[in-house]
Every structure is written in structure tokens, then in C-alpha cells.
Nanobody, 124 residues
Framework: QVPLVESGGDSVQAGGSLRLSCAAA?????MGWFRQAPGKEREFVAT????????YVADSVKGRFTISRDNTKNTGYLQMNSLKPEDTALYYC????????????????????WGQGTQVTVSS
């Protein structure tokens, strides 16, 4: 079991920025960010390969969100800019062990470990 801890969620106004952190996202893991709004299914937001060589973000956040990681700190990040009310959700970090440097995963079912989530609320 890998103890994931997300942080950085907050309430902000539209147009604002937040940076989410995911502690324990070490170099052996692909990291993904997902989100779930009330009454909706969990959706993919972004993913990064274990060494940061490959990243992929959902079309809905492209150009606004950036995923990154610092393996020296075993921490991953989701920088969120130009936030919109529709970004309001509980954001989850997830990890999948990988032996491939360039591999990423977009499907939540591919991830082995999940955090408890951090709430992001964007008001108009």
C-alpha cells in the first residue's frame, strides 16, 4: 500500500489559480489526476510518466492545467490556472507502478493506489 496525500485544494474565484500536490508520487510510478464533481462520474484530468518524459492532459483543461513531478521530493503537482466554475470537483491523485519511462495511463481502472482527494471549488 502506498500512502498518497493530496493537498492544495481551496475555494477560489473564477480566473484564479491553484497548485495541487501529491505526496508519495515516486519515480517508479505513473501519476494521474482525476476529478469528480457531485452527481458526475470520475473523469481523467492529467497524467505523467514515471520520469516526467511524457504528459497528457484532458481537452477540457488543456492550456490551463499543467502536470509535473519532482522525483527528488517524491511529489507530483497539478498547476491549475484560469480556473472555471466547471472545474469544481474533488481532485484525486492516483499512482500505477511502471517499468516503462514513457508510459502514461488515462483510464482510472489502470491505477493501483488512490488518495482521499482534495476539494477545489471555483466560484463565478
Amino acid at each position: 500500500q502506498v500512502p498518497l496525500v493530496e493537498s492544495g485544494g481551496d475555494s477560489v474565484q473564477a480566473g484564479g489559480s491553484l497548485r495541487l500536490s501529491c505526496a508519495a508520487a515516486g519515480r517508479t510510478y505513473i501519476m494521474g489526476w482525476f476529478r469528480q464533481a457531485p452527481g458526475k462520474e470520475r473523469e481523467f484530468v492529467a497524467t505523467i510518466s514515471r520520469k516526467g518524459l511524457t504528459t497528457y492532459v484532458a481537452d477540457s483543461v488543456k492550456g490551463r492545467f499543467t502536470i509535473s513531478r519532482d522525483n527528488t521530493k517524491n511529489t507530483g503537482y497539478l498547476q491549475m490556472n484560469s480556473l472555471k466554475p466547471e472545474d469544481t470537483a474533488l481532485y484525486y491523485c492516483a499512482l500505477r507502478r511502471s517499468e516503462i519511462d514513457q508510459s502514461v495511463r488515462l483510464n482510472s481502472r489502470d491505477y493501483e493506489y488512490w488518495g482521499q482527494g482534495t476539494q477545489v471549488t471555483v466560484s463565478s
